[in-house]
């Protein structure tokens, strides 16, 4: 019971950075257009992205594999997370035009639904 406090913490964390990540992903296109009247050029820097996916990644690794060996073992996050990641790669290495978006967007959003579900598997199983 006294490990259910930092899991969900995480897993709210988790799902923001997420959220954050998708959001990022989507509206980038279109603030790119006022960027440069808004202050917003580190918007575009890959840096920035990598960082997020890179924060996300490990909040989401601790999270849910503590989430599953400590409370629920049930499988389902961990494929769902994993399949986000793996979007996320593609999207980010592989493809430059909408098609990247496309598929950043929809990992991170896998990445958050993760979150939710871990949280959820947590408090079934106390």
Excluded at 9 to 32: K, Y
Aim: with cysteine; proline share 2%; net charge positive.
């Amino acid at each position: 019971m006294k490990n259910q406090l930092p899991l969900i913490n995480l897993d709210l964390i988790g799902f923001s950075t997420s959220m954050l990540c998708a959001f990022h992903c989507a509206a980038l296109p279109f603030l790119f257009s006022i960027a440069p009247l808004a202050g917003l050029q580190f918007l575009n820097d890959h840096r920035i992205e990598n960082l997020i996916i890179l924060v996300s990644f490990f909040i989401a690794s601790f999270a849910l594999v503590r989430g599953y060996i400590r409370q629920h073992q049930n499988s389902m996050a961990l494929i769902i997370v994993l399949i986000g990641f793996l979007l996320i790669s593609v999207g980010h290495l592989v493809f430059t035009d909408w098609k990247e978006i496309l598929l950043t967007t929809c990992g991170a959003l896998m990445v958050a639904i993760a979150h939710l579900i871990n949280r959820k598997l947590i408090r079934q199983s106390n």
